[in-house]
């Protein structure tokens, strides 16, 4: 069963750092693009960072470049996310999903992902 956990999210203050992980299991993990997604209340779930466990790269949203780092721990199947220089726009439930085809690239689109985790609150306080 292909399962995704996300954990590290909570409150912090504009400015700070979080890392949030994602545990996976039940799947060939080093086949499959993660990415992270995020919904804010009222708002379309949008897609944040991705990385491709296949071959390293990663790609990001222009709204968390050079803020956010993705990265990926293949003892622990667990992808995690930086994030630095928090804002309150950053305020959102945090997802992380599966691709949903082995060995493709890198892509944000919420459509092209199966499996998703249950998500995680993230707050950022102004």
């Known amino acids: 069963e292909v399962q995704l956990v996300e954990s590290g999210g909570g409150l912090v203050q504009a400015g700070g750092s979080l890392r949030l992980s994602c545990k996976a299991s039940?799947?060939?993990?080093?086949?499959?693009?993660i990415g992270w997604f995020r919904q804010a209340p009222g708002k379309e779930r949008e897609g944040v960072a991705c990385?491709?466990?296949?071959?390293?790269?990663?790609f990001y949203a222009n709204s968390v470049k050079d803020r956010f780092t993705i990265s990926t721990n293949f003892v622990e199947n667990t992808v995690y996310l930086q994030m630095n220089s928090l804002k309150p726009e950053d305020t959102a439930v945090y997802y992380c999903?599966?691709?949903?085809?082995?060995?493709?690239?890198?892509?944000?689109?919420?459509?092209?992902?199966?499996?998703w985790g249950q998500g995680i609150q993230v707050t950022v306080s102004s």
């Open positions: 990385i491709s466990n296949n071959d390293g790269e990663s």
């Open positions: 999903a599966r691709r949903n085809i082995p060995l493709l690239g890198m892509i944000l689109h919420r459509r092209d992902y199966d499996y």
């Open positions: 039940g799947f060939t993990f080093d086949r499959y693009v």
